[in-house]
């Protein structure tokens, strides 16, 4: 494997909630980390030179993820400024609840085109051009064990990405390259927290045995591990990164 120092991350949907924390994380690991976001410039840039403050290496990538050409891109971005690519952190998604009978085209297209399409079409960008020894890590939901209503659609597009992530595992045979999904229970970010009651909230909340919402710390410590040398045996799994949630 690449020294850690040289080693160089992509991190999807990276300009705030989870995968700014993941970004963060990496970086103060020592890997080169590409921001990867899709509208907010400012947060992406606010946070690239807050690594850069504290000693580490960013550079902001913008890329609608499910646009295969701006994946591309967004690899050879990288792959240009510092010689190829590592790590891939397919963490980009968007979450729309309704019930399955509510549930509009809209609201299904999209969510298949950002959390399935787009982690594919980075899946797909990474089992080519990742160099030997690197390391993916997608994205799941706990949601997928838990199946709790309004969320079919949204957890569907992540058990497909479950599915993807094992196979990918042993496709990568011979090249080194573990790959990973961490799926988070409840956690408090903007996305999670948009739109929900407090009773709501504080009922989820208390729904794993450690009775809080994880932080996007938490899942940027459970990243860190599957990125980095501890976690080179973990291949092909679904980490439920949850507090006991399922």
């Known amino acids: 494997m690449t020294n850690e120092s040289n080693r160089v991350a992509i991190v999807t949907g990276a300009s705030r909630g989870i995968g700014a924390a993941v970004a963060e994380r990496l970086a103060a ?9 899709s509208g907010d410039v400012k947060s992406a840039e606010a946070l690239a030179k807050k690594i850069e403050a ?13 646009d295969p050409n701006a994946v591309r891109g967004m690899f050879d971005a990288a792959e240009a400024a510092f010689g190829g690519v590592d790590v891939l952190v397919n963490n980009a998604g968007i979450m729309k609840l309704a019930s399955i009978a509510d549930s509009d085209d809209a609201l299904f297209d999209r969510q298949i085109a950002i959390n399935l399409k787009g982690s594919f079409n980075a899946m797909r ?5 990742l160099r030997d020894g690197g390391r993916i890590v997608n994205f799941s939901t706990s949601v997928v064990g838990i199946k709790l209503e309004t969320y079919g659609v949204y957890a569907a597009t992540k058990a497909a990405i479950e599915t993807m992530t094992a196979i990918l595992s042993k496709e990568m045979r011979g090249r080194n390259i573990t790959v990973n999904a961490v799926a988070p229970g409840p956690v408090g970010t903007e996305l999670f927290l948009n739109g929900k009651s407090q009773e709501l909230i504080d009922r989820m909340a208390k729904m794993n045995p450690l009775q809080r919402l994880g932080t996007p710390q938490d899942i940027a410590a459970t990243v860190s591990f599957l990125a980095g040398p501890d976690g080179g045996w973990i291949n092909g ?3 439920r990164a949850n507090g006991g949630m399922v």
């Open 29 to 37: 690991d020592g890997l080169t980390v590409v921001i990867n976001y």
């Open 54 to 66: 504290k000693g580490g290496r960013a550079l902001t990538a913008k890329a609608d993820v499910s």
């Open 125 to 129: 960008e990474a089992a080519k051009r």
């Open 237 to 239: 799994q679904v980490l």
